[in-house]
């Protein structure tokens, strides 16, 4: 593959700078304004069976603003084109348009944005590759094998400004390549290299580690009957059960409302397991550490402390409304950066922990089943296989689990790994996302399979 | 390539400035094979009211092009938010650029004819009452009646009510050296997007009932509204949230199971429509959203269901929420069967999926936005009503269960082995409705579940409906579908209830 140079993009950062300082300019002495500013400039390389399937670049910035003035305010968000002339237009237009609403909605109880000024700069762009070097490396090590997978490599970039004077600005430039080596119809060994610089060793051991899952995978899959097994979840799998209890688990409103999954945890002194404990941990994610309010987040937010639900994340609107102070968490109040502590079972003693039972690799398309019990089913995926006396046995076809958290990373988790692996969120849905996880493996006593 | 031309006209202040065909023509080059320039323009506005408290009111505007290029074999894409002159011509450079680059390492060795054919067409929503006949404020007082409507007890806990309304209007221009013409598409759509849900609280039981669990949409204005009975329904979704907190739990046993069309929408979609995707039998789709237990060999004799099950491609269900003339590969779109008569007829995959299987397809090559690159996605995924009432289909079950409403979705990767749940669900017993229970599910298999169908309502409960959170893709891309269904009755399904 040729090289293919980016296309020259005005440098994102002035882009914002001028047009939030237009912005702020033009409102009246009355009013409030927050911006809020987005973009990537992103190539995406699309493999199937080797080939490229797709391959291209997105270049895209926006704007969301809240003009405010007392109690009353609208929201708005728009594309920007990057021409200075063209923005300006759609801010002015947007501008008329906010105070048009404005006029027409009542006051607004739960209105709470940020007075003090926290300004801050995160700047991290070390050394990507260039995604045709990066490609050149990637066939290399796919060839001979069925590789399918996606590449997304270059800059994000978040901003807050408001017409108070706070400037927040964060940029990184990452790569993520997530691919399968594909051996036969829904077996596959599963991997992820992401990172801010690229290392030839270490996507050479990762390749490593799938050529070898792939040869365990050519043995002769087993049928496993629903039943309850005894399980290993590699931390790829502990991150979708993460991920579940990411969906309302730990947001304020959620629990006033009574509508969090770990509602019986407030309810009915429910408890995890004594050794789990959940932080939102911004400090060593690599998300943004300001809000779209413009607060600043904390370093740490813990929600689960010894297996007993701790503080919740708390968005600016539900911490007015339900009277507690905001620690800067987004409108879904979700976490952008979890992190699991590890435990002290040593990941290579994983298998021989397990003895006899199911080495689960990745789960896939989880959901609960009965949500206020926190009770979920979901599928194994890739490469999940039955082990006897710690050793492999062969591949397994798949499984639905259905079971609840409670009981899986509670009275049935006996050991969670010593390594907590980093995980950086795939996810380009609307954007590439700059969301982690940290999350070790975790050995369960006992799982529900029922399909 | 050119660079002495104007810059694409903005739409601010009016999505889809007339000129924009022409504007986007002007950059059409024949010193490429083929390319084509996308160009989306959408305009929204969202409402909501939550316990008596207007929510924040949003509006968007989103606006950018795709160029894609085909040539010396090479396929490649380049999108922008920046329509001005120079990022224009700087995107369609590095457009192609990325298919040079990829010549002769692509999943297909140059387009397909199909793909390179310069359509020229229109298609607009047709809109019988334009939201211009309401204020903003008509829009909040509706709301804040239908909310309050919700808080009917003190065990509402949480309660809402909210409308979306997107108007996209999206070009599309086509030419190069190999196409015989250059063409031009426009298409607007205004889709409506109306909601309502109250949460139930006791103790650690909570009961959400909802709107059609957000299925109750389509394309259109103001009557959206009355298709669905929106400004009637708050007291009975209030009321059933209240009802489900005393209900017991859903039976766990093998059983007859008639789903409402609000439950069809997620059946079909999951069991049928993705496995039937081109792509994913392709397997580009192995990495993220999975393959397909539905393999090539199949199309032509393969018994997906039982002779009653019919399902069709359907973009021209007036008010659907897929509803188009062209794909936005540029391909005319028309009404096909997929499964007649229970036999797998055709797949989901537009012009490239199709020439790289040698299958038969349809015009559904879409792109969420203007930023995403066109994939094989459902658009209007129908199942054709059948002959029986809804009565009768509850007369013939002795012992079974009437769910309505998704809640919980989950399947493999191969599409294949499910487990759905539903927001309300009522005993069958001795062919008559019984006794409402709480946190129904079901489990099966998709391979045996449509054969298993016993029984297809009629037009009386035939409804047209559609979801905006199709996800798929590599980058990740969420589009909007559609579906429509009678109720469905189904016989030894695996039942089960919730744990409390």
Same mark, same amino acid.
């Given at each position: 593959?040729?090289?293919?140079?980016?296309?020259?993009?005005?440098?994102?950062?002035?882009?914002?700078?001028?047009?939030?300082?237009?912005?702020?300019?033009?409102?009246?002495?009355?009013?409030?304004?927050?911006?809020?500013?987005?973009?990537?400039?992103?190539?995406?390389?699309?493999?199937?069976?080797?080939?490229?399937?797709?391959?291209?670049?997105?270049?895209?910035?926006?704007?969301?603003?809240?003009?405010?003035?007392?109690?009353?305010?609208?929201?708005?968000?728009?594309?920007?084109?990057?021409?200075?002339?063209?923005?300006?237009?759609?801010?002015?237009?947007?501008?008329?348009?906010?105070?048009?609403?404005?006029?027409?909605?009542?006051?607004?109880?739960?209105?709470?944005?940020?007075?003090?000024?926290?300004?801050?700069?995160?700047?991290?762009?070390?050394?990507?590759?260039?995604?045709?070097?990066?490609?050149?490396?990637?066939?290399?090590?796919?060839?001979?094998?069925?590789?399918?997978?996606?590449?997304?490599?270059?800059?994000?970039?978040?901003?807050?400004?408001?017409?108070?004077?706070?400037?927040?600005?964060?940029?990184?430039?990452?790569?993520?390549?997530?691919?399968?080596?594909?051996?036969?119809?829904?077996?596959?060994?599963?991997?992820?290299?992401?990172?801010?610089?690229?290392?030839?060793?270490?996507?050479?051991?990762?390749?490593?580690?799938?050529?070898?899952?792939?040869?365990?995978?050519?043995?002769?899959?087993?049928?496993?009957?629903?039943?309850?097994?005894?399980?290993?979840?590699?931390?790829?799998?502990?991150?979708?059960?993460?991920?579940?209890?990411?969906?309302?688990?730990?947001?304020?409103?959620?629990?006033?409302?009574?509508?969090?999954?770990?509602?019986?945890?407030?309810?009915?002194?429910?408890?995890?397991?004594?050794?789990?404990?959940?932080?939102?941990?911004?400090?060593?994610?690599?998300?943004?550490?300001?809000?779209?309010?413009?607060?600043?987040?904390?370093?740490?937010?813990?929600?689960?402390?010894?297996?007993?639900?701790?503080?919740?994340?708390?968005?600016?609107?539900?911490?007015?409304?339900?009277?507690?102070?905001?620690?800067?968490?987004?409108?879904?109040?979700?976490?952008?950066?979890?992190?699991?502590?590890?435990?002290?079972?040593?990941?290579?003693?994983?298998?021989?922990?397990?003895?006899?039972?199911?080495?689960?690799?990745?789960?896939?398309?989880?959901?609960?089943?009965?949500?206020?019990?926190?009770?979920?089913?979901?599928?194994?995926?890739?490469?999940?296989?039955?082990?006897?006396?710690?050793?492999?046995?062969?591949?397994?076809?798949?499984?639905?689990?259905?079971?609840?958290?409670?009981?899986?990373?509670?009275?049935?988790?006996?050991?969670?790994?010593?390594?907590?692996?980093?995980?950086?969120?795939?996810?380009?849905?609307?954007?590439?996302?700059?969301?982690?996880?940290?999350?070790?493996?975790?050995?369960?006593?006992?799982?529900?399979?029922?399909? | 390539?050119?660079?002495?031309?104007?810059?694409?006209?903005?739409?601010?202040?009016?999505?889809?400035?007339?000129?924009?065909?022409?504007?986007?023509?002007?950059?059409?080059?024949?010193?490429?094979?083929?390319?084509?320039?996308?160009?989306?323009?959408?305009?929204?506005?969202?409402?909501?009211?939550?316990?008596?408290?207007?929510?924040?009111?949003?509006?968007?505007?989103?606006?950018?092009?795709?160029?894609?290029?085909?040539?010396?074999?090479?396929?490649?894409?380049?999108?922008?938010?920046?329509?001005?002159?120079?990022?224009?011509?700087?995107?369609?450079?590095?457009?192609?650029?990325?298919?040079?680059?990829?010549?002769?390492?692509?999943?297909?060795?140059?387009?397909?004819?199909?793909?390179?054919?310069?359509?020229?067409?229109?298609?607009?929503?047709?809109?019988?009452?334009?939201?211009?006949?309401?204020?903003?404020?008509?829009?909040?007082?509706?709301?804040?009646?239908?909310?309050?409507?919700?808080?009917?007890?003190?065990?509402?806990?949480?309660?809402?009510?909210?409308?979306?309304?997107?108007?996209?209007?999206?070009?599309?221009?086509?030419?190069?050296?190999?196409?015989?013409?250059?063409?031009?598409?426009?298409?607007?759509?205004?889709?409506?997007?109306?909601?309502?849900?109250?949460?139930?609280?006791?103790?650690?039981?909570? #009961?959400?009932?909802?709107?059609? *669990?957000?299925?109750?949409? +389509?394309? !259109? =204005?103001?009557?959206?509204?009355? &298709?669905? %009975?929106?400004?009637?329904?708050?007291?009975?979704?209030?009321?059933?949230?209240?009802?489900?907190?005393?209900?017991?739990?859903?039976?766990?046993?093998?059983?007859?199971?008639?789903?409402?069309?609000?439950?069809?929408?997620?059946?079909?979609?999951?069991?049928?429509?993705?496995?039937?995707?081109?792509?994913?039998?392709?397997?580009?789709?192995?990495?993220?959203?999975?393959?397909?237990?539905?393999?090539?060999?199949?199309?032509?004799?393969?018994?997906?269901?039982?002779?009653?099950?019919?399902?069709?491609?359907?973009?021209?269900?007036?008010?659907?929420?897929?509803?188009?003339?062209?794909?936005?590969?540029?391909?005319?779109?028309?009404? #096909?069967?997929?499964?007649?008569? *229970?036999?797998?007829?055709? +797949?989901? !995959? =537009?012009?490239?999926?199709?020439? &790289?299987? %040698?299958?038969?397809?349809?015009?559904?090559?879409?792109?969420?936005?203007?930023?995403?690159?066109?994939?094989?996605?459902?658009?209007?995924?129908?199942?054709?009503?059948?002959?029986?009432?809804?009565?009768?289909?509850?007369?013939?079950?002795?012992?079974?269960?009437?769910?309505?409403?998704?809640?919980?979705?989950?399947?493999?990767?191969?599409?294949?082995?499910?487990?759905?749940?539903?927001?309300?669900?009522?005993?069958?017993?001795?062919?008559?409705?019984?006794?409402?229970?709480?946190?129904?599910?079901?489990?099966?298999?998709?391979?045996?579940?449509?054969?298993?169908?016993?029984?297809?309502?009629?037009?009386?409960?035939?409804?047209?409906?559609?979801?905006?959170?199709? *996800?798929?893709?590599?980058?990740?891309?969420?589009?909007?579908?559609?579906?429509?269904?009678?109720?469905?009755?189904?016989?030894?399904?695996?039942?089960?209830?919730?744990?409390?």
């Amino acid at each position: 593959m040729t090289a293919v140079e980016p296309a020259v993009a005005p440098n994102p950062q002035d882009h914002f700078t001028a047009l939030v300082d237009w912005a702020c300019s033009q409102i009246q002495a009355s009013e409030t304004l927050l911006a809020t500013y987005t973009g990537e400039d992103s190539d995406f390389v699309r493999l199937n069976g080797g080939a490229v399937r797709q391959a291209g670049s997105v270049r895209q910035r926006s704007l969301s603003l809240d003009l405010i003035e007392g109690s009353r305010h609208a929201d708005g968000d728009i594309r920007l084109s990057g021409d200075m002339a063209i923005d300006q237009a759609r801010v002015a237009e947007l501008l008329d348009q906010l105070r048009e609403i404005r006029a027409v909605v009542p006051e607004d109880p739960y209105l709470l944005y940020a007075t003090d000024d926290a300004s801050s700069e995160r700047i991290d762009r070390r050394a990507i590759p260039a995604t045709d070097e990066a490609l050149a490396a990637i066939t290399a090590a796919g060839s001979g094998h069925d590789l399918v997978g996606i590449f997304a490599a270059g800059d994000t970039f978040s901003g807050f400004a408001n017409s108070l004077g706070q400037r927040n600005w964060f940029q990184t430039a990452t790569f993520n390549f997530d691919w399968c080596f594909y051996l036969r119809a829904d077996k596959a060994a599963k991997n992820t290299y992401a990172g801010f610089e690229w290392n030839d060793s270490a996507f050479g051991t990762k390749v490593d580690w799938s050529t070898q899952q792939l040869e365990a995978l050519k043995r002769e899959p087993v049928e496993l009957s629903p039943d309850n097994y005894r399980t290993y979840l590699a931390p790829a799998a502990v991150r979708e059960l993460t991920d579940m209890l990411a969906w309302d688990g730990f947001g304020l409103k959620a629990h006033r409302t009574k509508s969090s999954p770990l509602l019986r945890m407030a309810t009915d002194g429910a408890t995890m397991a004594p050794g789990l404990t959940i932080t939102e941990a911004t400090a060593t994610g690599t998300a943004p550490n300001f809000s779209d309010t413009g607060f600043a987040r904390p370093d740490s937010v813990t929600l689960i402390d010894g297996g007993q639900l701790a503080d919740q994340l708390v968005s600016p609107r539900s911490g007015k409304e339900f009277g507690v102070e905001t620690n800067g968490a987004n409108t879904w109040e979700a976490p952008s950066s979890l992190a699991v502590a590890p435990g002290d079972l040593a990941a290579t003693d994983a298998l021989e922990r397990l003895d006899t039972g199911l080495f689960v690799g990745n789960l896939w398309y989880l959901n609960f089943s009965d949500r206020a019990a926190c009770r979920t089913t979901g599928m194994t995926r890739f490469a999940t296989f039955w082990v006897e006396g710690g050793e492999v046995v062969a591949p397994v076809n798949v499984l639905r689990f259905d079971d609840t958290i409670y009981r899986v990373l509670g009275d049935n988790l006996e050991a969670l790994t010593d390594d907590a692996e980093v995980l950086l969120d795939p996810g380009t849905y609307h954007q590439r996302s700059t969301d982690s996880t940290t999350v070790p493996g975790a050995l369960v006593s006992e799982m529900s399979f029922t399909l | 390539m050119t660079s002495a031309l104007a810059p694409i006209p903005t739409s601010v202040g009016a999505v889809g400035a007339p000129d924009t065909a022409a504007a986007l023509t002007a950059w059409i080059s024949t010193e490429v094979d083929f390319c084509s320039l996308r160009h989306v323009a959408r305009r929204s506005e969202s409402v909501e009211v939550r316990d008596g408290v207007v929510e924040p009111v949003s509006t968007s505007l989103d606006e950018g092009v795709m160029v894609t290029v085909w040539h010396q074999g090479g396929l490649g894409y380049a999108a922008t938010s920046d329509i001005s002159q120079s990022g224009i011509e700087a995107t369609l450079a590095q457009a192609r650029r990325w298919a040079e680059a990829t010549a002769g390492i692509t999943v297909i060795d140059g387009p397909p004819a199909a793909a390179i054919e310069a359509a020229q067409g229109h298609f607009e929503t047709d809109v019988t009452t334009p939201w211009t006949t309401t204020t903003l404020a008509d829009r909040i007082a509706l709301l804040t009646e239908v909310e309050s409507q919700l808080r009917i007890d003190e065990r509402i806990v949480d309660s809402a009510a909210w409308l979306q309304r997107v108007d996209t209007d999206s070009t599309i221009v086509s030419g190069g050296r190999l196409a015989a013409s250059t063409g031009a598409i426009t298409q607007r759509t205004r889709v409506v997007h109306p909601g309502m849900m109250a949460v139930a609280n006791s103790g650690s039981n909570t #009961q959400r009932r909802s709107f059609g *669990g957000g299925s109750f949409n +389509g394309q !259109g =204005g103001v009557e959206i509204l009355e &298709r669905f %009975g929106f400004g009637e329904a708050a007291p009975r979704v209030a009321e059933q949230a209240i009802e489900l907190l005393d209900a017991p739990n859903a039976p766990t046993g093998d059983m007859h199971l008639l789903l409402a069309p609000d439950q069809m929408i997620l059946q079909i979609h999951e069991s049928i429509g993705h496995p039937l995707e081109l792509d994913r039998i392709l397997g580009d789709e192995r990495n993220y959203a999975g393959t397909s237990f539905v393999t090539p060999d199949m199309f032509g004799s393969y018994q997906y269901g039982s002779p009653l099950l019919n399902v069709t491609f359907d973009p021209d269900v007036a008010g659907q929420m897929a509803s188009y003339a062209f794909d936005d590969d540029g391909t005319p779109a028309e009404r #096909q069967y997929l499964i007649r008569d *229970g036999v797998l007829e055709r +797949g989901l !995959g =537009g012009a490239i999926s199709q020439a &790289r299987t %040698g299958l038969d397809g349809v015009a559904n090559s879409r792109a969420c936005n203007w930023n995403r690159p066109p994939i094989d996605r459902m658009a209007n995924l129908n199942v054709e009503p059948g002959d029986s009432t809804f009565d009768e289909l509850v007369a013939q079950v002795e012992r079974g269960i009437y769910m309505e409403t998704n809640n919980s979705w989950s399947i493999d990767d191969s599409r294949n082995k499910f487990q759905f749940g539903c927001e309300y669900a009522t005993l069958i017993e001795d062919g008559e409705l019984t006794t409402t229970v709480r946190n129904p599910g079901y489990r099966g298999i998709s391979a045996t579940f449509w054969r298993n169908l016993v029984g297809v309502g009629n037009r009386d409960s035939f409804t047209v409906m559609g979801t905006p959170n199709c *996800g798929k893709g590599e980058p990740n891309q969420v589009i909007e579908v559609g579906h429509a269904s009678p109720a469905c009755l189904f016989a030894d399904v695996a039942v089960f209830g919730g744990d409390q």
